[in-house]
């Protein structure tokens, strides 16, 4: 399993995805500073210290950037097994797909972590670029802490979503789109019992984020609840895991072996010719 851990961070260096990763963790404490400078008076917010930013960016990578960049990523990881068409090859050593998908779904947990840092990172450097008032070293620890413990909320919550597009080829785009919708409705869900369970919404009852100023509501969620909520998700993803079969398993299964049988004769032919000479 560390072997398939090592070899998915040794192949996203060559991946471009990676890179459209890491622009859109940068949108988030941007887009939280343009909004408060080109908002009107009205608009603004009154106290607007270091850890606004902050907050604003664990707002938006939650409900916005967060959910479709996961699934993006973690989907084309996977994806690039059927497009190399390197599957029916794994097929043919002691690799399951299972174990296969496991290890890349690891490492994209590990890859989300390293993104919610950085997109702290850039926050906090935003911050300081335009000389921010309130910068404490609770403020941080609190930030920082929020960023990723969201981060790895996050991934749980779009991870039966990734485990689902990862049975065929292609389906990631979609999957994408839907995790994008899906965190986008946490907007709507201000009271009552959906608050509370509704996954994208759990996430901030299980890292304590207030989110009064942003749904304009003072319902707390319930802490329990959104545990609940976050096991939920992660006990399906790991029956989806479980059960989880490529499309075209069998056709690549047949296809490796048809062709390790017509080897067969030309290994024969070649070793007579080298016996002759």
Known sequence: ??????????????????LVGMIGMVIAPVLSLLTQTVATDEGRLSAFNFTSPI??????????????????????????????????????????????LTGKLLAVALLTILLGIYSFAITVLAGLITRLEGLTLSALLHGAGQMILLSLCTYIVVLPIITICSR??????????????????SMLFKSGILRNIYP????????RFDTTVYMNTHESGNYLLGVLSLGT?????VLLILFSKPADQTGAMKESKDSAFSLRPAQRAKLNMEKRE
């Not at 994208?200 to 890292?207: E, G, K, N, R």
């Open 1 to 18: 399993m560390l072997a398939i851990i090592k070899t998915e961070f040794q192949k996203m260096k060559r991946y471009h995805i990676l």
């Open 233 to 237: 998700m992660f006990i399906l993803s």
């Open 168 to 185: 065929k080829q292609g389906l990631f785009m979609g999957g994408a789109i839907v995790a994008f919708i899906l965190g986008y409705c």
């Open 200 to 207: 994208f919404l759990a996430t901030f009852t299980v890292i």
């Open 55 to 100: 907050n604003s960016s664990v707002w938006n990578n939650a409900t916005i950037f967060m959910p479709i960049i996961f699934t993006l990523i973690g989907g084309y990881l996977i994806n690039r097994e059927y497009t190399d068409n390197t599957l029916k090859s794994v097929f043919t050593v002691p690799v399951s797909f299972r174990k296969l």
